[in-house]
């Protein structure tokens, strides 16, 4: 017996990616008070620059962890997101955020060459992501200038 795919929309997939990033504006609990974690599937593969990729939830947990344990909150600016639709399982969303990190706090634009900028590419099926890659600078409170002749001294 073959197995059965859910049709998805594009829209579909879209409200899963929202419900996907205000769960992390609230700490990884999603809306109907579930974990981040049950948005994906079960050997689903997250990447986060430094971090590298996770696979299957549980890596995907430590890594959302390691890297929410950096992070005293963060917004996502849900007006302000590009979307890119393939007509097929994969979509990308392109937006801006502002927060704060143990470091210090961050805001798109400010400074322009600072965090807050980001892409996400996902790929969803059966309801679930099965892939997200996680495209931003990780330096979220713009400590990481030494290295960067531009940046040095500002």
């Not at 634009?109 to 807050?116: I, M, Q, S, T, V």
């Amino acid at each position: 017996m073959a197995a059965t795919r859910e049709q998805m929309t594009d829209e579909d997939r879209k409200a899963l990616v929202v419900e996907y990033l205000k769960a992390f504006d609230r700490a990884g609990v999603t809306s109907d008070g579930g974990s981040i974690l049950d948005l994906f599937a079960d050997d689903a593969r997250v990447y986060f620059p430094k971090w590298g990729v996770a696979t299957g939830r549980d890596q995907i947990g430590q890594m959302f962890g390691d890297v929410g344990g950096t992070l005293k909150a963060i917004e996502h600016h849900y007006d302000e997101f590009n979307w890119v639709f393939t007509g097929g399982d994969v979509l990308a969303v392109e937006g801006t955020s502002h927060g704060e990190h143990r470091d210090g706090p961050w805001k798109a634009g400010e400074p322009e060459h600072g965090a807050g900028r980001w892409c996400d590419v996902f790929e969803i099926r059966d309801g679930k992501i099965q892939r997200c890659f996680i495209y931003l600078d990780p330096d979220y409170a713009g400590r990481d200038t030494e290295r960067y002749p531009w940046l040095a001294g500002q």
